[in-house]
């Protein structure tokens, strides 16, 4: 997420040191009316393109940490059990984990 984060950053410096070149030093336009309007609006579009593809990405990146939050919090613990530990388990006096191959049991 940093790195997204290090892009936006990148994208905004650009459009203000762009938009910046825009003007004098005096805060004046250094093109006249229609030509600033128009570089203006290129740079814009441009901004907004580039934003719109960080934000396609980031949005990307939420549902990819989102499954496999899901994942994490929907799996089954028994499943990183070895299947030793699965044999062993009811030999220490727990209940049986597994009665057939997918179907859980944790109250035996």
Do not use: C
């Not at 499954?67 to 009811?90: H, I, K, W, Y």
């Not at 049986?96 to 859980?104: A, E, F, H, N, V």
């Amino acid at each position: 997420m940093t790195e997204l984060r290090d892009r936006i950053d990148q994208v905004a410096d650009r459009y203000d040191g762009e938009k910046a070149s825009l003007y004098r030093v005096d805060g004046r336009q250094r093109y006249a009316g229609a030509e600033h309007t128009e570089r203006m609006g290129a740079l814009r579009e441009r901004f907004h393109s580039e934003m719109d593809s960080l934000e396609a990405e980031i949005g990307e990146e939420i549902n990819r940490n989102v499954t496999a939050l899901a994942a994490v919090e929907f799996s089954d613990p028994v499943d990183s059990l070895s299947a030793e530990d699965l044999q062993r388990g009811p030999t220490l006096g727990g209940p049986s984990l597994r009665k057939t191959p997918g179907i859980y049991s944790w109250r035996t």
